[in-house]
């Protein structure tokens, strides 16, 4: 059968708008086409919102003609129309036009509504349409467009809502809706890949209906129906492909790691210093089973901040060690690795220094491996790596290198799950004789149905509760300009040193004259910062100079002169040499330094328990999950914690109000909630499955918790009754079509 979805779209709205919808959108297919739903929908004799029309904006818009005028030119031949449309409520906009004939006037009569699409401009300090593409209803009833003839908008114009495409420069909404009329019409006898007895059980639309319900609704009702049944396809294609992964990864049996009484992680639990947590023995309980086999565990462990996933981490790396295997431990950065290593290192004590005077019977040792070593250093971890001296391997990505072999690498732990992809994580399962076991950590909690689908091949489990003793953090915005509020900060800081705690100073950029200049992470700015300096003219009417965010050596260098003068401030961030970073992390855990300014290297993973203060200069520029996790960074001894926002950004705009968000809750969960809900999916997506665009133009990952969820269900009761859809070929291709190269890359690879 062949796939009306998938003829080329010159074969059907013509070569000259096909080549107009590639250029522009990428769209190659009637699939392409019709998959981009309508951006909104314009209700019938409704009149559209005026007052908020940007300059240079694409825009189409509904109103009442107010006032129709038309005069010669001046110097040129030609005529000018003027016609006014809006009301007072929800503004005026003039729509003009230049024209050879003065025909438009006749055309256009007070109180006709129409559609207009174009570009925003200013004229004299006022916001006009010049030269749109409009559609009037007239108010006698009649339908007419610029050249008053039948045209397919006009068809348009009779629904009860008119669909609104998303347009460019080059294709303007008109055209866009005109090929997807052609196109809906070349798919009438499309045959429906998802089988009627799902469709029903589901209460979906079939795939025909769906698509007019898309594209040329009837209510409001029915379109968000017909939007219902496509998310229900790609929820269900990114459903299989992760079932069909699950289903993979336990069909090879790995081999059985059981706890050995008296042996590494015994004398571990004996010598640890505090009482686990509830949730900390519990989850440990359920990992210590899973180790046991066949199927090699898949679990991602979420917990708060300081809610002690490495020590359940690492008494899982014991017991593979205790068995005869090896753990490797990934952390994102080479300052998260060594510190993992030094905290291993301390809570292990002679149980990692196998091979050393006094080291205890059962010890192992633990080795490093990192970018930036020497080679060296570098060929003894290796050595120590593959020979299995080493029961632990911890390191950043060069972990995941061609060079690096295990002995027996029974388990990979990786920390800040969402900075690894899934390619990474099978790089890693390469490296294992039999399938190694998986726990991936992380800290950013992951909304559920985002979690299902894009860590859906891994079971989850969540430390709750933190550890006892934990500090409170209080956090507070500092108005950048208030100088007051701005001395009070230093003041702070220094009335912490001087209590004998540290304190963390947090910039967005480096300041090195050359190359790149930020600790880059996939987190990155949020795209909608609000410049307070922007290049808008000033009161005076000259350009202001757009500041650059601030950056650790300038900021350390006005402290250490300035208000901090005299205390001992360290620098630390991403292109220092590796081992200077160590030594900088050394001298903060030892207490040789008391401030430390840095990037966000520190935003994971660094355990100061001494340190009170964390001072965030242009926050604004930060995401709220990162601030976070940045503050996270604080509070994690004895003493209570106080983080300070410094920012320009002023109350009311995006970035003031997610600075208040973050000062007004300690619960991440909320604010990667909140976050989640600022960003594009795609890049929710995309960041977590390294950089791969999404396809999903249906499916919400961030609210679609339900139709997720039922789809998930169903794609494991597809995977087991008939894994390769070999009986239903339409699905299989279907569900490759929506997820493409995830899907067939890995429909390929089993
Ligand atoms: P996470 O990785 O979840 O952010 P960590 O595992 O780094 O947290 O733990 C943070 C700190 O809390 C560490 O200093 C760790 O030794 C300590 N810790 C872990 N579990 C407990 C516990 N049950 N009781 C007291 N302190 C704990
Ligand atoms: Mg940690």
Redesign the pocket.
């Known amino acids: 059968m062949t796939d009306l979805f998938e003829t080329r779209l010159e074969d059907v709205v013509g070569g000259r708008t096909a080549k107009k919808l590639a250029a522009a959108f990428e769209h190659r297919t009637v699939r392409d086409l019709l998959w981009t739903a309508p951006r909104t929908l314009l209700e019938n004799g409704k009149t559209s919102n005026l007052i908020d029309l940007v300059d240079g904006e694409s825009v189409v818009v509904s109103a009442k003609v107010q006032s129709v005028s038309s005069r010669k030119m001046r110097d040129k031949p030609g005529h000018i129309t003027e016609i006014v449309i809006g009301d007072a409520a929800l503004g005026r906009v003039s729509v003009t036009f230049f024209d050879a004939k003065p025909f438009r006037a006749r055309m256009v009569n007070v109180g006709d509504f129409g559609v207009f699409s174009g570009k925003v401009s200013t004229y004299n300090g006022r916001r006009q349409l010049v030269g749109p593409r409009y559609t009037l209803l007239r108010a006698d009833g009649a339908i007419g467009s610029a050249e008053n003839q039948l045209s397919p908008e006009v068809a348009l114009l009779t629904g009860a809502f008119i669909p609104i495409y998303a347009a460019t420069k080059d294709i303007d909404a008109w055209a866009i809706a005109q090929s997807v009329t052609l196109a809906l019409e070349h798919i009438g006898g499309a045959e429906d890949p998802l089988p009627a007895r799902f469709r029903a059980e589901h209460g979906l639309m079939g795939i025909v209906e769906g698509m007019q319900a898309v594209h040329r609704p009837t209510s409001y009702g029915h379109w968000i129906a017909g939007k219902r049944r496509f998310a229900w396809d790609e929820a269900l294609a990114l459903q299989f492909v992760l079932a069909r992964r699950r289903e993979a990864n336990s069909l090879i049996p790995t081999m059985p790691r059981p706890r050995t009484p008296g042996r590494l992680l015994d004398a571990f639990d004996q010598r640890l210093?505090?009482?686990?947590?509830a949730g900390?023995r519990e989850i440990g309980d359920g990992i210590a089973a899973e180790l046991l086999g066949p199927a090699p565990m898949q679990r991602l462990l979420q917990?708060?901040?300081?809610?002690?996933?490495?020590?359940?981490?690492l008494r899982a790396m014991l017991q593979v060690v205790d068995a005869g295997g090896q753990a490797a431990l990934l952390a994102p950065t080479e300052v998260l690795a060594a510190q993992h290593l030094r905290?291993i290192q301390a809570?292990m004590g002679d149980l990692a220094r196998e091979g050393q005077f006094g080291a205890s019977e059962h010890a192992t040792r633990i080795a490093l491996l990192t970018g930036s070593q020497t080679a060296g250093q570098r060929r003894a971890a290796l050595l120590e790596a593959a020979s299995g001296a080493a029961g632990i391997v911890v390191g950043t990505h060069a972990v995941i290198q061609e060079n690096v072999q295990f002995a027996d690498l029974a388990l990979v732990v990786v920390?800040e799950q969402h900075r690894f992809g899934v390619e990474q994580r099978d790089a890693l399962r390469a490296k294992a004789g039999t399938p190694p076991h998986l726990l991936a950590?992380t800290?950013t909690p992951i909304p559920r149905p985002v979690a299902m689908t894009v860590f859906g091949d891994l079971d989850a489990s969540t430390?709750r509760e933190l550890?006892?003793?934990?500090s409170p953090i209080a956090t507070s915005v500092v108005p950048a300009d208030n100088a007051k509020w701005v001395d009070r900060t230093w003041t702070r800081v220094r009335e912490e040193v001087a209590a004998g705690r540290q304190v963390f100073v947090v910039c967005p950029r480096i300041g090195l004259a050359d190359g790149p200049d930020t600790d880059t992470l996939p987190e990155d700015e949020p795209d909608d910062i609000d410049e307070p300096d922007d290049a808008r003219p000033g009161a005076d009417g000259t350009a202001k100079v757009i500041r650059p965010p601030l950056a650790v050596l300038d900021v350390a260098a006005h402290l250490r002169e300035g208000p901090l003068a005299g205390l001992r401030l360290g620098i630390l961030h991403g292109r220092l040499p590796a081992g200077e970073k160590d030594a900088v992390m050394e001298q903060v855990t030892a207490g040789d330094l008391d401030v430390l300014v840095a990037t966000t290297v520190i935003e994971v993973?660094v355990?100061v328990?001494n340190a009170t203060v964390m001072v965030v200069m242009d926050a604004h520029r930060f995401g709220m999950s990162q601030l976070h996790q940045l503050r996270?960074r604080i509070g994690?001894g004895a003493h209570a914690g106080l983080c300070l926002l410094v920012t320009d950004s002023q109350p009311g705009t995006p970035g003031r109000e997610r600075l208040d968000a973050v000062a007004g809750t300690s619960d991440g969960f909320v604010l990667a909630q909140l976050d989640l809900a600022q960003r594009r999916e795609g890049d929710v997506l995309g960041a977590a499955q390294s950089g791969r665009a999404t396809t999903l133009r249906f499916l919400s990952i961030l609210t679609d918790e339900d139709v997720i969820s039922a789809a998930r269900l169903e794609a494991q009761r597809l995977v087991a009754e008939d894994r390769s859809l070999r009986g239903a070929p339409n699905l299989r291709a279907h569900i490759e079509h929506v997820v493409r190269e995830q899907a067939a890359e890995f429909l390929e690879k089993t």
């Open positions: 210093p505090f009482a686990l947590t900390q917990g708060e901040v300081g809610s002690g996933k490495t020590v359940v981490a905290t809570l920390d950590m800290a430390l550890p006892v003793g934990r993973g355990d328990p996270g994690r």
